[in-house]
């Protein structure tokens, strides 16, 4: 299976921004639910955000909430995260997936990528 290729991450101060890019194989993209996972240093890796094929539907983790917002663009295979009014707990490599919806729970269903860096 083809890895997603993540871009877009930095150094950057508390209350910044950064886009987050997501490019993966048509295969991958299609029809499927993208998300965005992070992990920060010394902790597993967490569920950030989702969005369903044709964009009507997205989900987020509360602590993201009003400050992230997730989108795509299906004639580039991409899914994007902009993240705004950044937080130092923000901090953690961020990866694309993916995303199956299991009751409450967020799970990553494919390869992961090298993921992108996102440090305050």
């Known amino acids: 299976q083809v890895q997603p290729v993540e871009s877009g991450g930095g150094l950057v101060q508390a209350g910044g921004s950064l886009r987050l890019s997501c490019a993966a194989s048509?295969?991958?993209?299609?029809?499927?639910?993208m998300g965005w996972f992070r992990q920060a240093p010394g902790k597993e890796r967490e569920f950030v955000a989702a969005?369903?094929?044709?964009?009507?539907?997205?989900y987020y983790v509360d602590s993201v909430k009003g400050r992230f917002t997730i989108s795509r663009d299906n004639a580039k295979n991409t899914v994007y995260l902009q993240m705004n009014n950044l937080k130092p707990e923000d901090t953690a490599v961020y990866y694309c997936?993916?995303?199956?919806?299991?009751?409450?729970?967020?799970?990553?269903?494919?390869?992961w990528g090298q993921g992108t860096q996102v440090l305050l």
């Open positions: 997936n993916v995303v199956l919806i299991l009751g409450s729970d967020y799970k990553a269903f494919g390869s």
């Open positions: 048509r295969r991958t993209f299609s029809s499927s639910r």
């Open positions: 969005i369903n094929w044709s964009g009507g539907n997205t």
